[in-house]
């Protein structure tokens, strides 16, 4: 079974930083593009960021320029890097990757359980 797990949301004061983190774990065969979204209270999910296998990026025009998102793909894990954060910043984060499981002909989309990041002073 494919788990996606997050980790690293909390409380921060405006200005401040936080870096999630996720790893995907189980029965594994290959992990495609991963990325990131957030979800405020009583609004639609938004893609925050994205990485392609090759390292490609790409960011919500809100965040680009403060968020950073990596991968190290030999641990099946994906990186957001959070600067310069501020109180709109307030959102579940939901870790987002297709992954290939064992003896899987097509990639499935998966979804973490959701970390909560409060920028408030």
């Known amino acids: 079974q494919v788990q996606l797990v997050e980790s690293g949301g909390g409380l921060v004061q405006p200005g401040g930083s936080l870096r999630l983190s996720c790893a995907a774990s189980g029965s594994i065969s290959s992990v495609n593009s991963m990325a990131w979204f957030r979800q405020c209270p009583g609004k639609e999910r938004e893609l925050v960021a994205a990485?392609?296998?090759?390292?490609?990026?790409n960011y919500a025009d809100s965040v680009k320029g403060r968020f950073t998102i990596s991968r190290d793909s030999a641990k099946n894990t994906v990186y957001l890097q959070m600067n310069s954060l501020e109180p709109e910043d307030t959102a579940v984060y939901y870790c987002?990757?297709?992954?290939?499981?064992?003896?899987?002909?097509?990639?499935?989309?998966?979804w973490g359980q959701g970390t909560q990041v409060t920028v408030s002073s």
């Open positions: 990485i392609t296998v090759d390292g490609s990026t």
């Open positions: 987002n990757a297709g992954i290939r499981p064992y003896r899987s002909a097509a990639y499935l989309n998966y």
